[in-house]
């Protein structure tokens, strides 16, 4: 039976949410589907099942205004696809941000779709995923309960356009953003520095949680002398996903450098996903989204 690859970056969870929205709604359409998350360690396993697989949908929480590194170092190692009866394999990319469709982030796919075209897919559909922002500022309870509460509906949109081969609708991809997508290339080098720089508090347990959570394997357990069980250390692949500080369950890790980027009160994803028993109106979500900054998440919610 043909198959689906659905290959997904997640740090914090937001991106795996989107993922596992196409996969049960393929499954629900009774396609066969394999999705993996995208990591160091899944990398060449992914690269072969790429082959195997009829179409692809690339999903991936952006940074630096671009696909985290990870990304395009698996695209650029798949091996070229070759036409089937005459026709190139489909793909679809989702890139997923707090922000949605504005300024600079319509610009995060061109490199990825680039890379996927030149090994072979016709990119068909690609598509901003929104979902509560884990970067300097939270989204607001309700907010993001509502961009929870309208993937499932989001996801519909775009598997018709896929499966039709059509685009699906987005902003225009204009010079400035190109520009402004290449200067994000330098907050790769801030993301190894922030890496670097995470501090282990002695409520570190040596669970390991984070050494397994981390997408590019850049923290390593290490035996210290100073203490009783393994603590980890960060190497120089951070991608600033912000996973393990937000997700490490003794809350241990803390930045040593640019700390205005960590959401004091974490990222509490499992409770953005909580029924809420009263959905505010759209009157209200419009009064909550206030100012150009929101523009992007009040088009999505169709406001």
């Known amino acids: 039976m043909e198959k689906t690859l659905i290959a997904y970056y ?47 949908i690339l999903i991936y929480a952006v940074h630096a205004f671009n696909a985290p590194n990870l990304v395009y170092e698996w695209l650029s190692e798949l091996e070229d696809q070759p036409a089937l009866a005459g026709q190139r394999k489909k793909a679809m990319i989702i890139s997923v941000s707090g922000g949605g469709e504005m300024l600079s982030n319509t ?14 897919y016709n990119v068909v559909t690609e598509a901003m995923a929104v979902m509560p922002n884990n970067w300097m500022s939270p989204t607001p309870l309700e907010v993001s309960k509502a961009l929870i509460e ?29 520009m402004i997508t290449r200067l994000g290339r330098l907050e790769v080098k801030g993301a190894r520095q922030f890496g670097k720089s995470i501090q282990v508090s002695e409520a570190c347990n040596g669970c390991g949680w984070c050494e397994s ?37 003794q809350k241990a890790l803390t930045p040593g450098k640019f700390k205005f980027a960590v959401i004091p009160t974490g990222y509490p994803l499992a409770t953005y996903q909580q029924n809420s028993e009263k959905m505010l109106t759209d009157s209200e979500l419009k009064t909550l989204l206030k100012g150009s900054s929101w523009s992007g998440v009040r088009r999505y919610l169709d406001l």
């Open 10 to 56: 997640t740090g914090t969870g937001s991106s795996g949410l989107v993922a596992q929205e196409f996969r049960d709604q393929l499954i629900g359409q009774g396609l066969s589907v394999e999705i993996h998350r995208l990591t160091e360690a899944t990398k060449d396993d992914l690269r072969h099942k790429a082959e195997t697989c009829i179409d692809l």
């Open 150 to 178: 309208i993937l499932p509906y989001k996801v519909n949109q775009w598997l018709e356009a896929f499966a039709q081969s059509q685009p699906n609708p987005v902003l225009r991809v204009k010079l400035v953003d190109r």
């Open 107 to 120: 610009a995060c796919r061109v490199t990825a779709k680039r890379w996927l075209v030149k090994k072979g």
């Open 213 to 249: 959570h981390c997408p590019p394997s850049n923290i390593k357990l290490m035996k210290s002398h100073s203490a009783e069980v393994s603590i980890p250390e960060f190497g120089k692949g951070c991608d600033f996903c912000l996973g393990c500080i937000y997700g490490c369950p």
